[in-house]
């Protein structure tokens, strides 16, 4: 059974950084379509967003303009984890941040066949 297990999360100020990581077990996901989503206060499910995404096997990454120049995806194979680096961060970032595998349609989907339980970034200004 896949897990996704996502740490990381914190508050900080507008401009800091934070680094959020996702250990995934239970499939193999070394050429898988994984990535990070965010679901902003107040909003449903369906107002989740994608954020990054990419292609494991690959070199595939996928940003919004929204966070284009601020938010980096990599994967480790070796540790079987996903992380984001997010840089200049945003009051407007502020939301709970999913990780997610076998997304589809693969980078730009909104749909994925496993999602984490989401960890809370707050920015204050």
């Known amino acids: 059974q896949e897990r996704l297990v996502e740490s990381g999360g914190g508050s900080v100020q507008t401009g800091g950084s934070l680094t959020l990581s996702c250990v995934a077990s239970?499939?193999?996901?070394?050429?898988?379509?994984m990535g990070w989503f965010r679901q902003a206060p107040g909003k449903g499910r369906e107002g989740r967003e994608g954020?990054?995404?990419?292609?494991?096997?690959?070199?595939?990454?996928y940003y919004p303009s929204s966070v284009k120049g601020r938010f980096t995806i990599s994967y480790d194979s070796a540790e079987n984890t996903l992380y984001l680096q997010m840089n200049n961060l945003k009051t407007e970032d502020t939301a709970t941040y999913y990780c997610a595998a076998d997304i589809y349609p693969c980078l730009t989907g909104v749909q994925a066949g496993s999602w984490g339980q989401g960890t809370q970034v707050t920015v204050s200004s």
């Open positions: 954020v990054a995404s990419m292609y494991t096997g690959g070199d595939q990454t």
């Open positions: 239970g499939a193999t996901y070394t050429k898988n379509c």
